[in-house]
C-alpha cells in the first residue's frame, strides 16, 4: 500500500493566485513527521514546511502553509499568491518514527506545478 | 552557511564500472543520507549514516555501499554498474537525524550508465 499519496501528476496555477497541492498518508505510528520538498528543473530538492504529528497548529513558512487534517491522514501544500519562479515538483514526505533511523523519508510520487502569467 | 554540496554533478560511466558519488553535509551536521530518484520508482531510501555508522539501509544491493568519514563528509558507492542504475543520487543532511530534524538536500548527481 502506498505510504504517500499525491493524485495530482500536474497542477496549473495563475500568477497571484493560491493553490493547494493535495497529499494524503497511511501510518500507525503515532509520532511522525510530514514533509513538502520543491524540486525544480536543477534537481535540488528543496525544503519548504514540516509538520510533527503531535504539533497542535498548522505550520506555516512564508508564502506556504500546510492544512493538516489528522483524521483524515491528510497534509496538503497550500501556496498563497503563486510565482513564476514556483513553477516545479513538489514532494510530499514521511518520516516515521519506528523505521529504525530518523532519516528515512518516505515520498509521494510528485505533483508537477505549473504557474502561468 | 553553505548547503549539502555534492559532487560530481554529472557523470557518465558504462556497465561494469564502478563509481563513487561524495557529499559533502552542512557544517555541524552528523547524519547523512542517500535517495536514488529514477523516473519509474521516485524517491527511494538508500542509507543513512550517523558518527560513522550506517544505521539504516534501503532495499538495495549490495553492490550499493556508502561510508562516512570523521568530518561527516559520506561518499556512496555503486559497483558493477547496470543500465537500472542511470538516476540522480540525493544527498541530504540533519544534525543528528532526530524525528523533528528537517532534512536538506543538495542538488544531486545525475549519474548516467551506457
Known amino acids: 500500500a502506498q505510504k504517500i499519496t499525491q493524485t495530482q501528476p500536474g497542477m496549473f496555477v495563475q500568477e497571484k493566485e493560491a493553490v493547494t497541492l493535495d497529499c494524503t498518508y497511511d501510518t500507525s505510528d503515532p509520532s511522525y513527521g510530514l514533509f513538502w520538498y520543491k524540486q525544480p528543473s536543477s534537481g535540488e530538492m528543496i525544503f519548504l514546511i514540516y509538520?510533527?504529528?503531535?504539533?497542535?497548529q498548522n505550520a506555516t513558512e512564508g508564502r506556504y502553509s500546510l492544512n493538516f487534517q489528522k483524521a483524515r491522514k491528510s497534509a496538503n501544500l497550500v501556496i498563497s499568491a503563486s510565482q513564476l519562479g514556483d513553477s516545479a515538483m513538489y514532494f510530499c514526505a514521511m518520516r516515521e518514527v519506528n523505521t529504525g533511523t530518523a532519516s528515512k523519508l518516505t515520498f509521494g510520487t510528485g505533483t508537477r506545478l505549473q504557474v502561468t502569467l | 552557511k553553505a548547503g549539502v554540496t555534492q559532487t560530481p554533478r554529472y557523470l557518465i560511466k558504462t556497465r561494469g564500472q564502478q563509481v563513487t558519488l561524495s557529499c559533502s553535509p552542512i557544517s555541524g551536521h552528523r547524519s547523512v543520507s542517500w535517495y536514488q530518484q529514477t523516473p519509474g520508482q521516485g524517491l527511494q531510501f538508500l542509507f543513512e549514516y550517523f558518527s560513522e555508522t550506517q544505521r539504516n539501509k534501503g532495499n538495495f544491493p549490495g553492490r550499493f555501499s556508502g561510508r562516512q568519514f570523521s568530518n561527516s563528509r559520506s561518499e556512496m558507492n555503486v559497483s558493477t554498474l547496470e543500465l537500472g542504475d542511470s538516476a540522480l543520487y540525493l544527498c541530504?543532511?540533519?544534525?543528528?537525524?532526530?524525528?523533528?530534524?528537517?532534512?536538506?538536500f543538495g542538488s544531486g548527481t545525475q549519474l548516467s550508465v551506457l
Open positions: 509538520q510533527g504529528s503531535y504539533d497542535q
Open positions: 541530504a543532511s540533519s544534525p543528528g537525524g532526530g524525528i523533528n530534524e528537517k532534512l536538506f
